[in-house]
């Protein structure tokens, strides 16, 4: 019966949940069912769901409140999957009448038999009842690149964070379904490696730090042109780490580290390893290393108990560092972490003062690194076509897809997923704009 089924699928929140929803679509696939971009025509919508931070649960209910007026068309069953129903099940399932059958984050292999269910006797809570699907995904990334989820879960237990408890234990998996996984996703520019934190990779499974063995493993791919890292844990970073990005010329000289914070008061109570004078440290051994590295960052404003002064500080540290990449988050004030119960919480006026703030210098450092290239040639890899515009659009080595700058260029043609070599005549403080040699305005 469901053979016959339209399914549509929404994701919301990470890449990391981007897998996760790619895996629920092999699922669908590998069982015969038809797979439709538009919502409007599906039989059964997937709302792949965060809930990572109150916005984004606020978010995926809202989401899945609008999905259900579908229900006029073609609509029969809305499924809740995700991160939301891992952890909020009990007082979701009462509440959210509207969901016809929910799953957890690794309840993929349980789709089919808890809608099969729901057909039968109404509504269904599969949460926790099947097993992580790891066999295969549809790409819902451009064709040229893809994320690849390295691990699940975290050790870590940040003070303001849900994810152990949403993820659960940190768990790597193995570096040959890894690496059959990537030789299944067909000719890749470029492959992105995630997970919550991809610089303990390998700890649990193999008794030791496993990512440069790992990089080894899939940079000798031939259908890998190159990776990169997100999401690399400062404390963890070391010298063989280092020496692999510096020597593998198919890794992208970029890294994100998610530092948070600049001030060693601040870093303790959200439960950081490290300070500010050892990541201050490491940026500068990372540049020594690796002439050119792009280094991404991001960090929280307004935790609980931020002065001023520390605030303040922070930015100091901004201007210091010169990151190439930063984002800012106001703090969310998160139940069941113990952030939560923290005295001093800071009111939302003056978090969101405090990350404007911060924007606006990190805004002063980024134009003047983007300016430094104009009148140069870089190397930009092309995603596509701005159609509203009349030109075409790519990244630089020093951008991720979706968090990161643009370079908007102009060329005779262009082929997405192909490097070309863009002379750069403009700037700002986000993207760089040029043209190609064999341009003719």
């Excluded at 649990?204 to 080894?216: A, P, Q, T, W």
């Excluded at 609980?304 to 520390?310: F, I, R, S």
């Excluded at 082929?415 to 040699?437: A, F, H, K, N, W």
């Amino acid at each position: 019966m469901l053979e016959n089924k339209k399914f549509g699928m929404i994701s919301l929140g990470c890449d990391k949940n981007r897998v996760d929803a790619e895996r629920l679509l092999d699922v669908i696939r590998s069982r015969g069912g038809e797979i439709t971009d538009d919502i409007s025509e599906a039989d059964i919508l997937i709302v792949n769901t965060c809930a990572f931070l109150e916005e984004s649960r606020k978010e995926a209910i809202e989401t899945v409140l609008e999905c259900d007026a579908y229900r006029s068309g073609n609509l029969e069953k809305l499924v809740v999957s995700g991160c939301l129903p891992e952890k909020y099940i009990g007082e979701l399932f009462p509440s959210l009448t509207e969901g016809d059958v929910f799953l957890g984050c690794n309840d993929a292999e349980e789709l089919f038999s808890a809608l099969e269910r729901s057909y039968r006797e109404g509504r269904v809570n599969g949460v926790g009842q099947g097993c992580e699907h790891t066999q295969g995904r549809v790409l819902t990334t451009p064709a040229h690149y893809a994320y690849l989820k390295i691990a699940d879960g975290c050790n870590n237990f940040c003070t303001y964070c849900l994810i152990p408890k949403i993820r659960g234990k940190y768990r790597s998996y193995p570096i040959e379904e890894l690496v059959k996984e990537a030789e299944s996703l067909g000719d890749l520019s470029e492959l992105i490696l995630v997970a919550q934190d991809v610089t303990r990779y390998g700890i649990d499974l193999y008794g030791e730090k496993s990512l440069v063995k790992l990089i080894r493993a899939l940079t000798s791919l031939e259908n890998i042109g190159c990776v990169r890292l997100l999401y690399c844990y400062p404390d963890v970073i070391d010298d063989a780490l280092i020496a692999e990005m510096r020597d593998n010329p198919k890794v992208v000289k970029y890294i994100d580290i998610p530092l948070q914070h600049s001030e060693d008061r601040v870093l303790k109570l959200m439960n950081r390893k490290g300070t500010r004078a050892e990541y201050l440290a490491l940026i500068a051994k990372l540049r020594e290393n690796i002439p050119g590295i792009a280094i991404r960052s991001t960090f929280i404003a307004g935790f609980p108990t931020e002065t001023e002064e520390e605030s303040e500080a922070l930015a100091d540290f901004l201007r210091e560092a010169k990151l190439t990449n930063c984002g800012f988050f106001a703090y969310s004030r998160e139940p069941d972490t113990p952030a939560y119960k923290l005295k001093g919480q800071i009111t939302e006026a003056v978090k969101k003062r405090r990350v404007g703030r911060l924007y606006g210098v990190q805004e002063k450092i980024s134009a003047e690194f983007l300016a430094g290239f104009v009148g140069k040639n870089i190397e930009v890899l092309c995603d596509g076509i701005d159609y509203e515009n009349g030109r075409f659009e790519g990244r630089a080595y020093f951008s991720a897809p979706e968090i990161d700058g643009k370079v908007y260029f102009n060329a005779a043609n262009a082929c997405q997923g192909e490097r070309y070599t863009v002379r750069v005549t403009r700037s700002d403080s986000y993207d760089l704009y040029g043209e190609t040699e064999d341009y003719q305005a």
